[in-house]
């Protein structure tokens, strides 16, 4: 039961939005609206509001729009969604994907998921490729053809290799890139070395794997989505630049902001359908709390 002492005051707005998309074009119109006073007699410092989550993965379409809008942004407990491990991983394997010659990309993934590729191996590859002056997927080529790795390490590279050079060709045939990065993902193990750690912290990860396919939709193919990306990774703003807050609700407890928003408030996802599954009637009681954090943040900014 949710009551307030106050006689006068804004009252909650409840907006309906057909996806996460939409509320994120919505939400960033009415930043702007704000900033610029159209909703009240003075404009709005972008300092004075938030976005608070449920889960981190919602971050992702917040963040795309604000870098199209040109809006700057903070994240709050936490790296920005293009800047979290499991993202930059899956970066990785695109980049690779498109880039054959991306050695930054091929150090990043050859041994991740675990291959039994240890620092020798990778050692070898490095210099194989320095003296054949070659790019590190064709010096890892080298070292299998020369007979200069064995065992599981050697099987496992093979792989790795013929894998890279199947998703090279699909990029180049223009193939369905959505369904290529998730190929990409399953067949490269990642997805399944996730999947095989049974934490929050690992079922988040694959939440934001998830986004990040989800995240293609946007673009005609992996090249457009990669040069996004890079726009965004240098979208440093000055630190004395006015920016909206972006955090999970879990974060914000004992802050409060003079507007906030609450996006994505659907069933299974706020409430969370995991916490509901694994906790059952406690789990519920736990999302209300949450729910009652949030609702509560609207006020004076201390």
């Known amino acids: 039961t949710l009551w307030t002492e106050l006689t006068e005051g804004e009252k909650v ?25 159209a909703r009240s007699m003075a404009p709005q410092s972008p ?112 792989e790795f290799i013929e894998g890279m050079a199947r998703w090279h060709d699909a990029v180049r045939n223009g193939e369905d890139h959505i369904a290529l990065a998730e190929k990409m993902l399953d067949e490269s193990g990642y997805t399944a070395m996730w999947q095989a750690q049974k934490t929050p912290e690992a079922e ?21 989505f990669l040069e996004h990306v890079s726009l965004i990774m240098d979208n440093e703003t000055d630190d004395a630049t006015e920016k909206v807050t972006i955090m999970t ?21 706020f409430p969370s359908q995991r916490s509901l599954d694994e906790q059952g009637q406690s789990g519920l009681e736990e999302e209300r709390r949450l729910a009652y954090v949030g609702i509560t943040r609207a006020g004076s900014a201390g």
Do not use: C
């Open 249 to 269: 609700l879990h974060g914000a407890k004992g802050l409060e902001f003079p507007t906030v928003f609450l996006p994505g408030w659907e069933d299974g996802l």
């Open 204 to 224: 988040g990860r694959l939440e934001n794997l998830k986004e990040l396919v989800k995240a293609l939709e946007n673009f005609e193919n992996l090249q457009g």
């Open 47 to 158: 300092n004075g509001m938030a976005i608070l989550v449920r889960a981190s993965h919602q971050m992702r379409a917040f963040e795309d729009r604000f870098l199209t809008i040109g809006l700057p942004y903070r994240v709050i407990g936490g790296p920005r969604f293009y800047e979290r491990l499991e993202i930059r991983d899956a970066m990785a394997y695109f980049r690779l994907a498109v880039t054959p010659t991306d050695d930054l990309a091929f150090e990043r993934v050859v041994n991740n998921p675990k291959r039994g590729l240890g620092d020798k191996a990778v050692q070898t590859i490095q210099r194989v490729a320095r003296e054949s002056d070659t790019s590190l997927l064709q010096g890892a080529a080298l070292v299998l053809r020369d007979g200069l790795l064995g065992g599981r390490g050697a099987a496992n590279l093979r």
């Open 13 to 37: 707005r409840l907006i309906g939005h057909w996806d996460g998309e939409d509320e994120a074009r919505w939400i960033g119109d009415e930043i702007e609206a704000l900033e610029r006073g």
